[in-house]
């Protein structure tokens, strides 16, 4: 009877157990099933772009098509360029961004191709028709419009939104940091200058001759560089005359302009612009087009430009 008690009692013990172990082990694939779940859900994310849009991602981006000049600079900043699928023809910098495909002429794009791309997002910007954009949509494609920049606030926006966009969030807080204390090391060799130069900066020649005034991001490049732009009562892009910039008499000219044969010449050669100071002097300079005018991730170059072309004698 002994035995027989004993062995029922095992058997009773090696029942338990396994009910036991049954329930343990499924308890941790409901545990693990769990966790996958919560994985995947932690996966998706949302990024609001400059419409105020909600943009869904149930991944990081793998492939994207960049449909401005500043924010392919961003993203390639941001370590992740590689994945840029379609670009414009603008999208000089860096070098690798000169074999991207290209897919826009920063002005319109070609909705075709790329929906072709089937890219994982299409980084757009705001200009011309609120329908530009729908035949991508349509299609089924992730939009995220970036506003075009015109203060280094906005950059340092752009930056945040597209590395939360590409899951780099940590790159972004350091690429701004890096850009700012760049603006910072110039801004330390020109704050002594007590009497800021006057200064033309010209983005357009003659017979349109354009200017950038208050407002643009151009204007907020001059401030930085402590230089006084003479047309700052002026408001954006505007047009002017010569006998205004004549009269405005400034001590440094600067250009922007990189589509004539000799910029620079030319406005030395100008009629009538010999009072200017600036001409008597020889006192124009001419400016890195895509770094001046880019409102991405060299404006603490953009600054350093400024700065050495009117105070040069501070970066000796």
Known sequence: MKKVFNFQWLSVLVLILVLAGCGTSEDTKNKEASQD??????T???????????????????????????????LFALGVGEKIVGATEYDTYPEAAQKIERVSDSQNFD????????????IAYTIGSKDALKPLEDAGLKVFVIESATSFDDVYGDIEQLAAVMGVEDKGNELNEQIKAKITEVQTKVKEVKAPKNVYLEISPKPDIYTAGAGTFQQEILNAANVKNVFADLDNWAQVSEEEVIAKN?????????????????????????????????????????????PGPRIGEAVELVAKAVYPELFK
Do not use: M
């Open 111 to 122: 909705s075709e191709r790329i929906i072709a791309l089937k890219p994982d997002v299409v």
């Open 37 to 42: 779940t919560q994985q995947t859900e932690q």
């Open 250 to 294: 400034p001590e440094v000219i600067l250009t922007t302009v990189n589509y004539t044969e000799d910029p620079i010449g030319e406005i030395l050669t100008r009629d009538g612009w010999n009072t200017v100071k600036a001409i008597q002097d020889k006192a124009v300079q001419s400016l890195d087009t895509d770094i001046s005018n880019r």
């Open 44 to 74: 998706t994310y949302k990024v609001t772009d400059d419409r105020g849009v909600e943009v869904e991602f149930k991944e990081v981006p793998k492939t994207i098509v960049s449909l401005q000049p500043s924010n392919t600079e961003i």
